[in-house]
């Protein structure tokens, strides 16, 4: 794995997660009370041996920069490193990323001072643990061109994806991004090729791309310098390559979830915990993900009910009701309150006592969780000064609406406070 450069891609303004992103690039998201999404790639890199990494963005990166400084460093006695490249202008090009391969493209020069043989590039908003040893080992034993990894999908998800058909031999022999209609039913499968049983393939007849590709280094110059008006990977490059190149496909068989949604990504959340054993679970002594580490105190749970959630480090709850939901650092909820169904990403610093001496009925609200407050179905952003005998329900069940004013935005059902909201005593949502 010393001859693999991996390519993290971090997306673009992160449109279908604002507003989490209205602040922050998409792979900072935090995710699981104390994680952020760009830690799922990076962590299964180091777990694969693989310790060159880069990281393309272009919005909102520095909350990104931050965090990758201060969790990932490697010793002096290797060439490991974790990198953000942030979109810049040059003469050759003054232009910002136009899309997956054009990123990539416009870095081209730093990436061949390295002496590899692949490139793995990767997408920073998707939620799985994978060894990508046995991806590149794969790819080397088809001596492909192109690997790409799939996995199975069923019709109900399908369009939301590149679909793929494969001969026998693995190899892709055509392309179909996101189709609708006519051409979904045309980008059926049959799936027991890839060692599904009967019962398997009949629940998922497609084949789905997940946006992850190992290049041969050599391969992949070629076709980012011959095609300069080609810009995304998924797309372009690669449903072009197939006529001449090797592509080949990488089934992988554990848990995936493309999470670039508000919906994905508040049911990834609260599916963590699940019982008795989630999909995915961060419990994995063999391969866990990283973060970075804080030295915060233990949770204080002050007569409390919990069920069936996870809670972070340093949080404070009292008197409370939680029930299948995550907490982040640092959460602060006080008396009174039920908070169900629900991700409460914490706060990025606790309030002093002093500043905290406001009463409910004055103008100051403090950090975190008001008395009395109810909150059901949403995401609560980080540094959210929630006031007391707040209703955040949704209680019309409103499926789309922007209220940037009052602090928040619903997105498919889900009420998600912007980050550093104030949301005034009594307010009903």
């Known amino acids: 794995m010393k001859k693999v450069l991996a390519i993290i891609l971090g997306g673009g303004a992160g449109t279908r997660l604002y507003p989490l992103t209205k602040l922050r690039a998409k792979p900072a ?17 180091i777990n694969s041996e693989i310790y060159k990494i880069y ?3 272009q919005f909102n990166s520095a909350s990104l920069n931050r965090h990758i400084s201060r969790t990932y460093s490697f010793s002096g006695f290797n060439e490991g490193f974790v990198e953000i490249l942030a979109a810049q202008q040059t003469p050759e090009n003054p232009n910002w990323f136009q899309g997956t391969a054009d990123a990539v493209r416009q870095y081209l020069w730093l990436f061949q001072d390295w002496d590899v ?5 990767l997408s920073g908003d998707h939620l799985y643990r994978m060894d990508y040893s046995q991806f590149v080992q794969r790819h080397r034993e088809t001596n492909a061109d192109i690997t790409i990894s799939v996995v199975p999908m069923d019709e109900s998800r399908a369009s939301d994806f590149g679909l793929i058909k494969i001969d026998d031999n693995g190899r892709i022999v055509s392309f179909s991004e996101k189709p609708k209609g006519e051409a979904l039913k045309k980008a059926q499968v049959d799936t027991t090729t890839l060692g599904l049983s009967p019962e398997e393939a009949k629940l998922n007849p497609y084949i789905a791309s997940m946006g992850i590709y190992v290049f041969k280094s050599e391969v992949l110059m070629d076709l980012l310098k011959r095609s300069p008006e080609q810009t995304d990977f998924g797309k372009e490059i690669i449903p072009a390559a197939a006529d001449t190149h090797n592509v080949q496909a990488y089934l992988f068989n554990g848990y995936w ?4 949604t508000i919906k994905a990504f ?13 999909a995915f679970s961060f419990y994995d002594e063999k391969a866990p993900i990283y973060t970075r580490g804080r030295s915060l ?24 009701q939680i029930h299948h939901s995550v907490l982040g650092i640092r959460t602060r909820i006080e008396s009174g309150c039920t908070i169900q169904d629900a991700l409460i990403m914490g706060a990025d610093y606790y309030q002093p006592f002093s500043e905290r001496q406001t009463n409910c009925q004055e103008k100051g609200i403090p950090l975190g969780i008001g008395a009395n407050t109810t909150i059901r179905g949403a995401i609560i952003d980080k540094n959210a000064h929630i006031g007391c005998d707040v209703q955040i329900i949704n209680k019309e069940r409103v499926q789309e609406a922007e209220r940037e004013d009052m602090g928040f935005y619903i997105r498919s059902g889900v009420v998600v406070t912007i980050k550093n909201a104030v949301i005034p005593d009594g307010t009903i949502i």
């Open 266 to 278: 508040y049911e990834a959340n609260l599916a963590l915990t699940q019982q008795p054993q989630p």
């Open 257 to 260: 979830e493309d999470i670039g």
């Open 29 to 45: 998201v935090p995710i699981a009370g104390k994680y952020r999404l760009i830690d799922i790639p990076v962590s299964n890199c």
């Open 55 to 57: 990281v393309l963005t």
């Open 117 to 121: 043989s692949e490139y793995l590039i």
């Open 297 to 320: 105190p233990p949770t204080k749970i002050l007569n409390s009910t919990i069920t069936e959630s996870m809670i972070g480090d340093g949080c404070i709850l009292k008197d409370c």
